[in-house]
């Protein structure tokens, strides 16, 4: 997978090979690089079984006020039942996102761990020593025009991206100058330099479940699944609204004005206190 020029897939092997994991055990069922991958890629919330279940309550939830409306309940007594049921599908399911999140933060502190330990292992440390030698002599030797078209070409496709040594260096050399170093610094994060894990694909694919999560977790709506190719679906659905929505349908089409039952009730949960009417 390549990243701007960056072939995140390559450096995440070399990264395996310095710590002494193989192709063969990388690509083992045991091995917990592959577990953490085989989640990542169903990090999706539409995949898990949380977000099924509360569409699922969704539709109950309609049928329910249809058969309340086709029994000539009142309306009172539809909207009650219909608020209560609705406050626990929405607390449901904020719960399950809440869990969900905290599920894929620890997945990144996980696989994060996974490399971050992992000591560099240079073929021959004499030469690293004079590769970072070279690099400080060249770095020195630019004045600030030097040094901000310098930073500037490091973005372009295709460029081999900084070590961390010269990274660090690079914003060491730069502090001094506020525009330089800002300029620097975006460089070094947007290329997670350092941390060339967090440009592979289940980084990201993690990383957009948790900002569709975080999305959700505060919104007022449950939304239906994404459809063609949306990565995000924008199709909301107004939990609290179901009655009035099936009420507003119906009553004139059945004639019920004026002949439902008005005798009043206590509220009830379908999924909790009246598991008759919920089946």
Request: net charge neutral; glycine share 4%; aromatic share 10%.
């Amino acid at each position: 997978m390549k990243i701007d020029g960056i072939n995140a897939d390559e450096i995440l092997a070399k990264l395996r090979n310095k710590a002494g994991v193989s192709d063969a055990k990388t690509n083992s069922k045991d091995d917990p690089l592959t577990a953490l991958q085989d989640k990542a890629m169903n990090s999706a919330p539409y995949n898990a079984p949380y977000y099924d279940e509360a569409l699922k309550q969704i539709g109950k939830l309609r049928k329910y006020c249809q058969s309340r409306v086709n029994s000539q309940d009142s309306r009172t007594n539809i909207l009650a039942d219909s608020s209560k049921s609705a406050k626990y599908i929405m607390a449901q399911f904020r719960d399950e996102v809440s869990n969900q999140i905290k599920e894929l933060k620890q997945w990144q502190r996980d696989y994060s761990n996974y490399y971050r330990d992992k000591k560099a292992d240079y073929e021959s440390p004499e030469v690293e020593l004079l590769r970072r030698q070279d690099w400080d002599s060249k770095l020195h030797s630019m004045n600030k025009t030097d040094l901000g078209r310098f930073i500037q070409e490091l973005a372009q496709p295709g460029r081999k991206p900084l070590t961390k040594y010269e990274a660090d260096s690079l914003l060491s050399y730069a502090k001094d100058d506020p525009k330089l170093y800002a300029n620097a610094k975006g460089y070094v994060e947007s290329r997670h330099i350092g941390e060339e894990w967090k440009n592979s694909k289940y980084w990201q694919e993690v990383q957009q479940s948790l900002s569709i999560l975080n999305t959700y977790q505060t919104s007022p709506f449950i939304y239906e699944k994404p459809q063609n190719g949306e990565w995000i679906s924008h199709k909301a659905i107004n939990v609290n609204d179901i009655a009035n929505e099936v009420l507003n349908s119906q009553f004139d089409k059945y004639g019920l004005k004026g002949k439902y039952n008005n005798e009043a009730r206590q509220a009830v949960n379908i999924f909790e206190d009246n598991k008759n009417e919920e089946d």
